[in-house]
């Protein structure tokens, strides 16, 4: 069964960075777009970027780009979430979906997510 | 970017009621339109793809509709175990958008 394990949140200062990893079993990568889609504290699911499996082709939404970059390691079947410069608006639970398909496609799996915390 | 408006933002039911939320997105996205079921400290589930498709395992009392740019969740007979918060989300460009949320409470 496809399974989905995030790791790598926790306390960061305003303006700090703090790497995501998401590692993944059973399927390839480059079959299928993967996703992080974030929820802070009592609010709704904000979808945060995505990566096309078949040419690694990466897109942000507009609060983190130029800030987050989303990357993978095929030969550890794992993806990474890199995000700079950090505000108490990226405090949020980190979720790693997959898509059910390679382009327009919805999220069939998900992590449990991890959780991270920008403060002083 | 493609905005989802949900209503109601909060449903309260009893269990056997059928229930429908809809959802509006501000330019049409023909059918590429899923909705997800969450519940307290659990990721989302989903429940239907391309507006309309049951995903595997789902029950039969969950259905979707529309296309364009206003679509329907229907649950026919709610049971306990429907008592969560369900979202929209549309997947028409890699620009993914999210309604609100409908938090479907106990009446």
């Avoid at chain 1, 504290?41 to 078949?54: A, M, N, Q, Y």
């Avoid at chain 1, 979430?81 to 999220?107: I, P, Q, R, V, W």
């Avoid at chain 2, 659990?42 to 009392?61: D, E, H, M, T, Y």
């Amino acid at each position: 069964e496809v399974q989905l394990l995030e790791s790598g949140g926790g306390l960061v200062p305003p303006g700090g960075s703090l790497r995501l990893s998401c590692s993944a079993s059973v399927f390839n990568f480059s079959n299928f777009a993967m996703s992080w889609v974030r929820q802070a504290p009592g609010k709704g699911l904000e979808w945060v970027s995505t990566l096309r499996g078949i040419d690694g082709s990466t897109f942000y939404a507009e609060a983190v780009r130029g800030r987050f970059s989303f990357f993978r390691d095929n030969s550890k079947n794992t993806l990474y979430l890199h995000m700079n410069n950090l505000g108490a608006g990226d405090t949020a639970l980190y979720f790693c979906a997959k898509g059910s398909g390679s382009y327009k496609t919805e999220f069939d799996y998900w992590g449990q997510g991890t959780l991270v915390t920008v403060s002083s | 970017d493609i905005q989802m408006t949900q209503s109601p933002s909060t449903l309260s039911a009893s269990v056997g009621d059928r229930v429908t939320i809809t959802c509006r997105a501000s330019q049409g996205i023909s059918v590429y339109l899923a909705w997800y079921q969450q519940k307290p400290g659990k990721p989302p589930k989903l429940l239907i793809n391309k507006a309309s498709s049951l995903q595997s395992g789902v029950p039969s009392r969950f259905s979707g509709g529309g296309s364009g740019a206003e679509f329907t969740l229907t649950i026919s007979s709610l049971q306990p175990e429907d008592f969560a918060t369900y979202y929209c989300q549309q997947y028409n460009s890699y620009w993914i958008t999210f309604g609100q949320g409908t938090r479907l409470e106990i009446k």
